[in-house]
């Protein structure tokens, strides 16, 4: 039986809120820092404008306490998520290329997974998006997140908003905004529900989108 949601909210993190804590961050976090030194390599520069970078965060709770599967033996129900996302543009100078490093985290109770890619897009193309994740040291091609999400968003929203994915256009923090707005709520659990990937601990509200 489905859960029952007794709350759910989405707030649009502070810009310059996000864009302070971005390098405590990605020094807390090697894979960010390699996703970095990749993206440079590649001959990408962090888009330097007031709104260069964005963050949302979604807050689901239940009306009862979601308890772990049978196999799950002494694992502590959950009755809040928490989901984070923040996104950073970069761009190629001399090209219409835009990119992004991303990070998403979700949580509840004791559970708690975190996702970073480095998101591509030639020529300004966002409707041609390629994803990449770091393998050891090398940065490699994925079709994991973005494709969930994705998948989610015509699957589960409205035509609007699987339209703006598409048709909006900018940095990739512009562009999020441009999605998010025509998305609303569904937007941003799609891409909860990409980085939940299934797991018991955050499916109840963020759905189940396997990667």
């Known amino acids: 039986m489905p859960a029952t949601i007794r709350m759910e909210t989405v707030e649009l993190l502070d810009p ?86 991303a990070t998403a985290t979700i949580s509840a109770g004791e559970n708690s997974s975190t996702y970073e890619a480095f998101l591509e897009a030639r020529n300004g193309n966002f409707n041609q998006i390629t ?38 256009t900018g940095a990739w923090a512009a562009y999020l905004l441009c999605v998010l707005a025509a998305c609303g709520v569904c937007g941003t659990k799609c891409a909860a529900c990409a980085t939940c990937n299934c797991r018991w601990w955050c499916s109840w509200a963020a759905g189940c989108c396997e990667q």
Do not use: H
């Open 16 to 101: 310059s809120s996000v864009q302070a804590e971005w390098a405590q961050v990605a020094e807390a976090r090697p894979q960010m820092r390699q996703l970095a030194q990749a993206s440079s390599a590649r001959g990408y520069v962090p888009l330097e404008t007031q709104n260069a970078v964005i963050g949302v965060r979604y807050r689901a709770e239940a009306a009862g306490e979601i308890t772990a599967p049978p196999e799950f033996v002494d694992t502590a129900s959950v009755q809040q998520m928490e989901f984070e996302i923040r996104f950073r543009s970069l761009v190629m100078p001399g090209t219409a290329n835009q990119a992004a490093i």
């Open 131 to 168: 994803e990449y994740t770091m393998t050891g040291t090398r940065l490699t091609q994925a079709e994991s997140w973005w494709t969930a999400l994705v998948r989610c968003l015509s699957g589960s929203c409205a035509t609007v908003c699987l339209g703006a994915v598409v048709s909006c």
